[in-house]
């Protein structure tokens, strides 16, 4: 996995709800854990964009609903600082659902992908309706 050039902010913890993004048919996530965290004991593990977490789907299609699922963390409200100095920020925290081979298991993404993903996760790119 290819590091990023972005300081980004861990604005989001476990029991954190999270739209999905994509055309999955699942509506709401609530994250649960983060995979491959790394931290201290008894902390709760902090996400941030790029990171892939487990999720349990909230809302949405009934085939779907309270299971695990995959995810990719694409936006949030927390904001990033980039390399250049710019700092941005979402108007959401949004996810979409992917693969044990981190490939996306819907065909489109609704609304804006961070450009950290698509640094990261070339494939997921293809998907991208805006990267901003």
């Given at each position: 996995?290819?590091?990023?050039?972005?300081?980004?902010?861990?604005?989001?913890?476990?029991?954190?709800?999270?739209?999905?993004?994509?055309?999955?048919?699942?509506?709401?996530?609530?994250?649960?854990?983060?995979?491959?965290?790394?931290?201290?004991?008894?902390?709760?593990?902090?996400?941030?964009?790029?990171?892939?977490?487990?999720?349990?789907?909230?809302?949405?299609?009934?085939?779907?609903?309270?299971?695990?699922?995959?995810?990719?963390?694409?936006?949030?409200?927390?904001?990033?600082?980039?390399?250049?100095?710019?700092?941005?920020?979402?108007?959401?925290?949004?996810?979409?659902?992917?693969?044990?081979?981190?490939?996306?298991?819907?065909?489109?993404?609704?609304?804006?992908?961070a450009r950290e993903i698509v640094e990261r996760y070339?494939?997921?790119?293809?998907?991208?309706?805006?990267?901003?």
């Open positions: 996995m290819k590091g990023l050039s972005t300081t980004i902010q861990k604005g989001l913890v476990p029991g954190s709800v999270l739209t999905c993004a994509d055309n999955s048919g699942a509506k709401t996530l609530m994250i649960i854990n983060k995979i491959g965290k790394g931290g201290h004991h008894k902390r709760m593990a902090e996400c941030g964009i790029g990171d892939i977490i487990m999720a349990s789907v909230k809302s949405g299609n009934p085939s779907y609903i309270k299971k695990k699922v995959r995810a990719v963390i694409i936006r949030q409200k927390t904001p990033i600082r980039r390399a250049n100095g710019v700092r941005v920020r979402f108007e959401d925290n949004a996810a979409i659902l992917i693969t044990d081979a981190n490939l996306a298991v819907g065909t489109e993404v609704k609304g804006a992908m070339i494939k997921l790119a293809g998907i991208a309706s805006r990267v901003i």
